[in-house]
């Protein structure tokens, strides 16, 4: 009888060990579930975030172009505005003048286009229209305004608004303008206000 009665114990401590742990491990389960579905929405969520933070950065890197192409005319810095152009890119400028490569561009950029500047000129791109035509290619149509340059004749003009136009395309981690047009928009009538 004895024997029996250990037996019983034993089963019974047995069966009741294994039921309490059979809720633990079912929390367990539960909680692991519970993680991997956890951890899934916040791929999801950073995937999505990512995506729409993707071309909202991709668009403001494409804007960037054309205000760095602004201050370095500004600043007079000919190679900082070559060196926003693919290798073998191409710029006509808003006189007509067709250039293909940075070295063409460094060149036409260089002292005698620079004569223009002068310590009050300013520019600015304004209008920006980014349209991507591919995830990493995009068109852009802006207006790129010019403030109290030195004219031929050594007056100042003080402003020329350019119709700025280009295709920039992505280079590995960064955007290149691929080509560039611009040409002399033109200007408002002196003493004309726009109406609204």
């Given at each position: 009888m004895k024997i029996k009665e250990k037996e019983m114990k034993i089963s019974q401590t047995y069966r009741a060990a294994s039921v309490s742990q059979e809720p633990k491990l079912t929390l367990r389960g539960l909680m692991q579930r519970l993680?991997?579905?956890f951890?899934?929405?916040t791929l999801v969520i950073g995937a999505t975030g990512s995506a729409i933070a993707g071309p909202a950065r991709d668009e403001a890197a494409v804007r960037t172009l054309g205000d760095t192409f602004a201050k370095a005319f500004v600043q007079?810095?000919?190679?900082l505005r070559a060196s926003l152009f693919a290798e073998d890119g191409t710029f006509v400028t808003p006189v007509g003048d067709f250039?293909?490569?940075r070295v063409a561009m460094v060149k036409d950029f260089g002292p005698e286009a620079q004569q223009a500047v002068n310590g009050t000129t300013q520019a600015a791109f304004s209008n920006y229209r980014v349209r991507f035509i591919k995830p990493d290619v995009a068109f852009v149509d802006a207006?790129?305004?010019?403030?109290?340059?030195?004219?031929p004749d050594g007056t100042i003009i003080p402003v020329i608004p350019i119709n700025f136009f280009y295709v920039a395309a992505r280079h590995g981690d960064k955007w290149l303008i691929e080509d560039g047009r611009a040409h002399f928009a033109p200007a408002p009538p002196n003493g004309m206000a726009s109406r609204n």
């Open positions: 993680g991997l579905v951890l899934a929405c007079k810095d000919a190679e250039l293909q490569g207006l790129l305004t010019v403030r109290n340059v030195n004219g």
